[in-house]
């Protein structure tokens, strides 16, 4: 469906916010993630896409549906509320129905906005640490995102989920770059080339370096 609802007793009310936004990230689609309160209602977390108002969201399905949702608040990007669990399925179609409405015609197709490419001498600590310094960042005023295509020199799996890279721009300048979270089953492999969108990052790690934070690696044929 456009719009994901997935409930877990089991799940802490501590992290639903953490894992509606990696569900969200995944697959692209507005998530709320459920878990059962101590008041014996379940409590949700939800998280947007660009394009879809949570919160507006919320309030027109409370509006089209008096009492389905106990309470809510939040703002574009995420959200929280709480509904009686006997009627779980009904927001789920709500939801989903309602996120159809503002998609609209185009529906969802996970578009990434990007400032463009950099050039070589671009890729340089001291123009990440400025954008750094430029925080903070939020809704209408994103961090800047760039992308560009790279070959591949090496890869391998950190902290079992993330995958840290060694790419080659097309002058030959090596950068460091790592994708957390990212589709492991799907590995690049050496010497291919990838199209990325990044943020331009600071590692701290054994001293200050450049480092490209990834938010998207497609491999390229």
């Given at each position: 469906?456009l719009?994901?609802?997935?409930?877990?007793?089991?799940?802490?009310?501590?992290?639903?916010?953490?894992?509606a936004?990696?569900?969200?990230?995944?697959?692209?689609?507005?998530?709320?993630?459920?878990?059962?309160?101590?008041?014996?209602?379940?409590?949700?977390?939800?998280?947007?896409?660009?394009g879809?108002?949570?919160?507006?969201?919320?309030d027109?399905?409370?509006?089209?549906?008096?009492?389905?949702?106990?309470?809510?608040?939040?703002?574009?990007?995420?959200?929280?509320?709480?509904i009686?669990?006997?009627?779980?399925?009904?927001?789920?179609?709500?939801?989903?129905d309602?996120?159809?409405?503002?998609?609209?015609?185009?529906?969802?197709d996970?578009?990434i906005?990007?400032?463009?490419?950099?050039a070589?001498?671009e890729?340089?600590?001291?123009?990440a640490?400025?954008?750094?310094?430029?925080?903070?960042?939020?809704?209408?005023?994103?961090?800047?995102?760039?992308?560009?295509?790279f070959?591949?020199?090496?890869?391998?799996?950190?902290?079992e989920?993330?995958?840290?890279l060694?790419?080659?721009?097309a002058?030959?300048?090596?950068?460091?770059a790592?994708?957390?979270?990212g589709?492991?089953?799907?590995?690049p492999?050496?010497?291919?080339?990838?199209?990325?969108?990044?943020?331009?990052?600071?590692n701290?790690?054994?001293?200050?370096?450049?480092?490209?934070?990834?938010?998207?690696l497609?491999?390229?044929?």
């Open positions: 469906p719009g994901i609802c997935l409930f877990d007793e089991s799940w802490h009310e501590g992290v639903i916010g953490i894992l936004s990696r569900v969200k990230e995944r697959l692209q689609r507005p998530t709320v993630i459920f878990t059962r309160a101590l008041s014996g209602e379940i409590k949700g977390s939800a998280r947007s896409v660009p879809i108002h949570i919160r507006d969201l919320l027109r399905i409370a509006a089209l549906h008096p009492g389905l949702l106990l309470r809510f608040g939040g703002h574009a990007m995420a959200a929280g509320l709480a009686e669990e006997g009627r779980l399925a009904q927001f789920q179609q709500a939801f989903a309602e996120v159809a409405v503002q998609a609209g015609s185009g529906g969802l996970g578009v906005w990007s400032d463009g490419e950099l070589e001498e890729f340089n600590l001291a123009l640490e400025q954008l750094r310094a430029a925080a903070p960042w939020g809704q209408g005023f994103p961090e800047p995102l760039f992308d560009g295509i070959t591949v020199r090496e890869r391998r799996i950190v902290g989920r993330h995958l840290k060694q790419l080659a721009t002058g030959g300048q090596l950068l460091d790592i994708l957390f979270n589709d492991l089953e799907q590995l492999a050496l010497g291919s080339q990838v199209q990325l969108a990044y943020r331009l990052d600071v701290e790690y054994r001293g200050r370096s450049l480092q490209l934070l990834a938010e998207q497609s491999c390229l044929p």
